[in-house]
């Protein structure tokens, strides 16, 4: 009896690590940036997120001549999204004209823009499968 105990407790332990090890990581690049005023700030989305919640994982990045870059850790295997914009006033939120056109300028994974509003889903959406991923998003006003 103690035998098959531990036998199922190394079986379980070995599910936990490698659960454990299934993760990766999403470094992401902005070069594009025309001040190093404020922060560039990163959201990572699920498809019931995008555009319409918090992200499931959110960074914020210095800029430095021109460049922001961010590393977001401990990520899953599934579909995600991510947008970006450059808070140039630092106020934590994307700034807007009176007509809803932005003010500050935006990008999204796959730098596929919709030109007639809002990034879409599948657009902007990739797959993580356990290996680092590496992104360059570049912005848009």
């Known amino acids: 009896m103690k035998t098959i105990a531990i036998f199922i407790s190394l079986f379980l332990a070995q599910q936990l690590q490698a659960q454990t090890n299934n993760t990766t990581t999403i470094t992401v ?17 699920t498809e019931i997120t995008f555009m319409k919640a918090k992200p499931k994982f959110n960074a914020k990045s210095k800029i430095v001549n021109g460049t922001a870059i961010i590393t977001f850790e401990g990520i899953t295997p599934g579909t995600y999204a991510i947008s970006c914009f450059h808070d140039k006033n630092g106020n934590g939120q994307m700034d807007f004209e009176p007509t809803g056109k932005p003010i500050e300028s935006y990008g999204v994974s796959n730098n596929k823009m919709s030109p007639n509003g809002q990034p879409q889903w599948n657009d902007a959406k990739f797959e993580v499968t356990g290996s680092p991923l590496k992104f360059n998003i570049g912005l848009i006003r």
Do not use: H
């Open 29 to 45: 690049t902005v070069k594009n940036l025309d001040s190093n005023e404020g922060a560039v700030l990163f959201g990572l989305y």
